[in-house]
């Protein structure tokens, strides 16, 4: 089927199906880390399970996202990507009405498929929809668009959050969804590769969900049940068997999910692994933040949605400038300088305790953190393309999609850990100093893996409920603090690896070893 590009007056609606529908994933994979204090009070659950609440989201998203470019290549990609927005529309619905945190758990499970379905597609479509010559500023409108939606998804989440139910966050989906499905029907044309391999890579798939879950299990069970539980061993070996099995699956199929014979350039090797890096810290502060500002900090959640506005303005306004710094200097300078910055942001996250004020302590490290991140996001996009041929640039953009999927699966597990053991080693070293009944001891004691959602007594004197709200909020503002110097060591192993894998030099630099 040859490509059929859509006519002129339509491509406008073509961009408006793809920016809502690829916005909805966007905006879900921020707007819940907002919604998570309401959700652990709602439910009455611990950390543990609101760490799933993402988790199963992420898990699916980044182990089937290859597969979903994939599956539009094969089948029509505008059919996939209406199948993959229904998909995510109905999930969402089951979000929404989930009785128990154990549903909603399932249910985001089964919107990361979906997402995995439309979040390729959207930009595929646009490929195909588009001639080249009008293709570069399609996809620039994309990005602009996309980056507004994800500014304004947590400012609107916490207002419906506040003012409405964490409920609404998900229904919101389901107008979307409406309007881009009769947008796609409308104006988007059909598309396919047709010279996609014949047979789809579903043992990689199947290997690559059940490697991450088993890991991703394995690591945030570990922290209430302890590296030694039965369970947690057992996941821990299937994950590690089934994710070399992956790696052995991958090298040797004749069409696999991941081509690895991609990362032989080390352009394209450093690139992700400083993606991997990068990303794996700031998946870790979206996380918490939030969480901090709410639990410890006392904001509304509509507060706690704006607070990362300038990070998020910041890199929308820089991204064409950033742009343009690997045409003038490379890729390795940027994306060594960049991760610099944003490790001095993320280090600036330490300052803040209780009750700090947002514009002299969070303020300033939102915005030296949109700094950082600004320069590095598009020299790096920019390196993971310029280290492949063209003909196989869909597949390395899906690649390293996948991998800071990856980090924000890995990080949040991993992060979690430290959390819940700073907390409660710290929290309980507290209660020894308050003057508390045995039975308060124990009641709080046992709630240390619900962080910074901990219910204190009811029937405690006044004082001693201020000291133990007092103790919470230390607790948890001393773990977020060792969490924001990993994330800024983890931000300069990233200019690390720039600086010695990359290997991009400025067109400059390249014209005069050429004389």
Known sequence: MPTAYCEKPARPYVLAATILGSSMAFIDGTVVNVA????????????????????????????????????????????????????????????????????????????????????????????ASFPKEDRGQAIGVWSGFTAITAAIGPVMGGWLI??????????????????????????????????????????????????????????????????????????????????????????????????????????????????????????????????????????????????????????????????????????????????MIAAVGFALFIRPDVDANYWTMFFPAVVVLGFGMAVSVAPLTTTVMNAVDESRAGIASGVNNAVSRTAGLFSVAVFGIIMLQIFAHRFEESLRKIPLPPGAIGFLSAQRFNLGGVTIPADLDPALRAAVRQAVDKSFVCGFRELMILSAGLALLSAVAAAFMIRGASPSSKQSSSS
């Not at 209406?82 to 009405?97: E, N, Q």
């Open 162 to 339: 506040e003012h409405i139910s964490w409920r609404a966050v998900f229904f919101l989906n389901v107008p979307i969804a409406i309007a881009v499905l009769t947008l796609t029907y409308r104006y988007v044309p059909e598309s396919r590769d047709n010279k996609a391999a014949s047979e789809l890579d579903w043992l990689g798939a199947i290997l690559a969900t059940a490697g991450f879950g088993a890991l991703v299990y394995a690591l945030i069970e570990s922290s209430s049940r302890g590296f030694l539980n039965t369970m947690v061993v057992s996941a821990l070996i299937v994950g590690v068997i089934a994710s070399a099995l992956f790696f052995l699956v991958e090298e040797r199929k004749k069409n696999p999910m991941l081509p690895l014979v991609l990362f032989r350039s080390m352009d394209f090797s450093g690139a992700n692994l400083l993606t991997f890096l990068l990303y794996a810290a700031l998946s870790g502060m979206l996380y918490f933040l939030p969480q901090n500002l709410i639990q410890v900090q006392r904001y509304s959640a509509t507060a706690a949605g704006a607070a990362l506005l300038p990070f998020i303005l910041i890199m929308f306004l820089m991204s064409r400038w950033a742009g343009g710094l690997v045409a003038r200097y490379g890729g390795r300078l940027p994306l060594m300088i960049g991760p």
């Open 36 to 127: 998570l204090p309401a959700l652990q009070s709602a439910f009455h659950a611990t950390a543990v399970d609101v760490q799933w609440v993402i988790e199963s989201y992420a898990l699916f998203l980044a182990a089937l996202l290859l597969v979903g470019g994939s599956l539009g290549d094969h089948f029509g990609r505008r059919r996939t990507y209406s199948a993959g927005v229904a998909f995510f529309a109905l999930a969402s619905v089951g979000c929404g009405i989930a009785p128990n945190i154990t549903y909603l758990i399932a249910a985001r499970a089964v919107q990361g498929i979906g997402g995995a379905m439309l979040v390729p597609g959207s930009l595929a479509i646009i490929s």
